[in-house]
């Protein structure tokens, strides 16, 4: 394993990097979750076929859906070389980790499940914790060592 020593993915010093870089995570997230529930609505058309050709059985994945589109877009696009969401990429901001690795699918599969699982636990508490934290950064960032900048 080598480590990529591209400057992208090292997190910067510099505090300008973080400055609104909450609110504008916020906003990010509204726009990731208008686009992934778009992206649930012709994956529940497939699994409705899906379902028919396999007698019912395809069925089952209803349940589970919403979380399978949620990671596969979260996890594809915070893996990839962006290191962003496109909500993220459209609001300027991007995810790093401080070891300066790039963030891999697994990362961003535990980022997402730590943020639902904190958020069901200490909703509104996770956004205030930015306020008071380095970096700006949420308690699941705190947990990965991850930090997200400032792109634009």
């Excluded at 070389?81 to 909500?87: I, L, R």
């Excluded at 697994?106 to 499940?113: D, E, M, Q, S, Y």
């Excluded at 508490?125 to 949420?138: H, M, Y």
Aim: aromatic share 14%.
């Amino acid at each position: 394993m080598s480590l990529d020593t591209n400057p992208i993915y090292a997190a910067p010093d510099d505090w300008r990097a973080y400055s609104g870089v909450l609110s504008r995570r916020v906003f990010a997230f509204l726009i990731d979750y208008l686009l992934v529930g778009a992206l649930w609505i012709p994956a529940a058309i497939f699994v409705f076929f899906f379902g028919i050709i396999t007698l019912g059985f395809g069925w089952l994945l209803y349940p589970i859906l919403f979380f399978v589109v949620a990671g596969l877009y979260f996890g594809l696009s915070l893996a990839g070389p962006s290191q962003a969401t496109p909500g993220m990429r459209a609001m300027g901001v991007a995810m790093v980790r401080l070891d300066g690795r790039k963030i891999d699918f697994v990362t961003a599969i535990a980022h997402l499940a730590l943020f639902w699982i904190l958020n069901s636990v200490l909703t509104p508490l996770i956004l205030l914790a930015g306020l008071f934290i380095e970096k700006s950064r949420l308690v699941h960032d705190l947990l990965l060592g991850t930090a997200a900048v400032r792109t634009a």
